[in-house]
């Protein structure tokens, strides 16, 4: 059937024969469509003929990357349309069509009236992603990505108001006639946008772009994923080799201190720096390499390195300097095992006899013990695949490896990611990691109590009951970021200068506070961050250290300024707390939550972010 006739039949008249197609009816096709859709996918879903089956998951395909593209003409219309001023009683009437869009679709209700004048005041949303993310209940990530991906994939008009072709027209096309899936599209045209500083580095850029997105297009269509990102890691580094001088743009682009999550117990972060930086890193691990400075005090490294994983083996006496004994208990408490306890409080695998001695345990398989033995899988952990030697990756042993000026050069990696300890019973990567944590601990708390630009005075909430800390129970104490520590952890940060440590009673009520000198300002914040973790709007990623304290109940109308009337809100949060669009609220446990709006939350429940505090980070397996 033609998509006029179905219109027609769908819309009808109106009463008025030779009644024009009016995009409104053009609308209630297509909700009619999808239902009917919905419906003949359950009914054939029934068929016992595999024939029939095969033919019906083609279709299925067909109809996802239709859907695909669906979802970025809408994001578009969305945009050029401004529909993120709409206000919030034209969203609670759209809701209520889309859950019931029968009486719409028939012709017994319409749509709300747009807007006849420029909205005033705060909108809703504040532009196309925030009203995706809230209105469509999908990830701000995901939204932000649509919205990206329409200046990549669609075409559009420039700022006179002249047609421009998409960025990329051959996936464009793809994404368009649904030959290929559109998440591999989405990721090809991303990955292609990053290449054009390399790209443009070259004497007839435009031809080049054409043909490399020629050739990705083809591998998107033809081949899976894994072949696809293969294509481009090997334009990219071919597109490096053939730049003398790579532009400082893109150099820059890649640099940056990226947190890759907690796994396993460990924090991970991937740092990459300019030459000028590295330089200075490398200055730091020099200094931390060699013994003959205070920087690089070898009993000195040993005790701070050591303070936890000592504790954690002898008990709360064992801390560095909790019992008055100085760092020399420390080191003492590891016993003849000393450099197998540094090694286990820092992260590395025993290396031990096996065949994986030596070997960081990144790049043991954990399978089997032993070393990595397929090239290709070691090169491809490297951000330099094709200049890796991998005849001197794990070179050198531990006499040639204490920084003590001699075996291979300054600033090898075959030297400083070696995984052989020292005589003092620490491994360079630790020994560098300790130098740049004293860093980072003490930089940002100079003695004379003026702060410094750049520099952060880094501070650690730890929130405990007081059995945790009493060693009475099986939990030992949350950050105000969510890591979870262990007993010795515990300990340790409540004798260190720059841990707060928040007492809770068993309904997270305060019973005790640390560090009450503090200003009051900053006292206020910790605590309160610390107990809800972030901005309590359900679904809200904004650091805490970028969150507003909200009053319950408004300052201007006689609200106090106490912890226990403090909500955390990020800006745009805060602004829904003071117009009314979001509601806080105390919930059955005294802490805070919202109700959000009706086109939102039609179950209008009291709800509260999770990202921060999860409650089901370790649910029950059975």
Not at 79 to 108: C, I, N, Q, S
Not at 365 to 388: F, H, I, K, M, Q
Request: hydrophobic share 35%.
């Amino acid at each position: 059937m033609e998509t006029d006739r179905f219109i027609e039949l769908i819309a009808g008249t109106r009463g008025t024969p030779g009644h024009p197609v009016s995009p409104d009816d053009e609308l209630r096709a297509l909700l009619e469509a999808q239902r009917l859709a919905r419906d003949l996918a359950r009914r054939v879903a029934r068929t016992t003929s595999p024939t029939a089956a095969a033919l019906f998951a083609q279709a299925a395909e067909e109809a996802h990357r239709a859907a695909g593209h669906a979802q970025l003409l809408a994001a578009d219309t969305a945009r050029r349309t401004l529909a993120h001023e709409l206000p919030e009683a034209t969203f609670d009437a759209l809701a209520a069509v889309h859950a019931d869009p029968a009486p719409y679709v028939v012709g017994t209700t319409y749509l709300p009236e747009d807007p006849r004048t420029v909205p005033t005041g705060r909108p809703v949303f504040k532009d196309t992603t925030e009203f995706l993310t809230g209105f469509l209940h999908i990830s701000f990530f995901e939204a932000r990505e649509r919205v990206r991906s329409i200046d990549r994939l669609l075409p559009g008009t420039d700022i006179h108001g002249q047609p421009v072709p998409a960025r990329f027209p051959t996936l464009a096309d793809d994404l368009a006639n649904g030959t290929a899936d559109p998440k591999e599209i989405g990721a090809a045209a991303r990955r292609l946008e990053k290449l054009a500083p390399h790209i443009n580095q070259h004497p007839n850029p435009a031809v080049l772009a054409g043909q490399l997105e020629d050739q990705v297009a083809e591998s998107v269509r033809r081949e899976d994923p894994r072949t696809t990102a293969k294509l481009l890691a090997g334009i990219q580094g071919t597109l490096e080799q053939g730049t003398k001088d790579v532009p400082e743009d893109v150099l820059r682009a890649r640099t940056g201190l990226f947190n890759r999550g907690t796994t396993g117990g460990l924090g991970e972060f991937l740092l990459r720096t300019l030459p000028a930086d590295t330089e200075a890193l490398l200055a730091l691990c020099a200094s931390t390499d060699n013994p003959r400075t205070k920087a690089g005090d070898r009993d000195g490294l040993l005790a701070q390195s050591l303070a936890t994983g000592a504790a954690a083996g002898s008990g709360a006496g064992a801390a560095a300097g909790s019992d008055g004994t100085g760092p020399a208990n420390a080191s003492n408490a590891s016993g003849s095992n000393g450099a197998n306890a540094s090694n286990a409080a820092n992260g590395r695998s025993n290396t031990g006899n096996g065949a994986g001695a030596g070997f960081p345990d990144f790049l043991v398989d954990p399978t089997t013990g032993r070393p990595l033995n397929d090239a290709e899988a070691v090169r491809n952990l490297s951000l330099d695949p094709n200049g890796l030697n991998l005849d001197n990756l794990f070179t050198g042993n531990g006499a040639n490896n204490t920084g003590n000026g001699t075996g291979n050069r300054a600033g090898d990696p075959a030297t400083m990611n070696s995984a052989a300890s020292g005589p003092d019973g620490l491994t360079p990567p630790q020994r560098h990691l300790q130098g740049l944590m004293n860093l980072i601990r003490s930089a940002g708390n100079p003695a004379t109590g003026k702060k410094t630009t750049g520099l952060p005075s880094p501070k650690t909430l730890v929130i405990a009951t007081l059995d945790e800390l009493r060693g009475l129970a099986d939990t030992h104490g949350i950050t105000s970021r969510g890591q979870q520590l262990t007993p010795a952890e515990l300990r340790q940060g409540l004798c260190n200068g720059g841990v707060i440590p928040a007492v809770m009673g068993g309904d997270s009520r305060i019973l005790d506070l640390g560090r009450e000198e503090r200003l009051f300002p900053d006292y206020m914040r910790e605590i309160i961050l610390g107990l809800y973790g972030g901005c309590i709007m359900p679904g809200c990623t904004v650091p805490p250290e970028h969150c507003e304290i909200h009053h319950f109940n408004f300052f201007a109308n006689g609200g106090k300024t106490e912890i226990n009337e403090g909500a955390p809100g990020c800006t745009s949060a805060h602004h829904a707390f003071h117009t009314g669009l979001v509601r806080v609220v105390r919930d059955t446990d005294g802490l805070f939550s919202v109700i959000l709006p009706k086109f939102m939350d039609p179950e209008q429940k009291p709800r509260r972010n999770n990202y921060w505090r999860d409650r089901t980070l370790n649910p029950p397996l059975f």
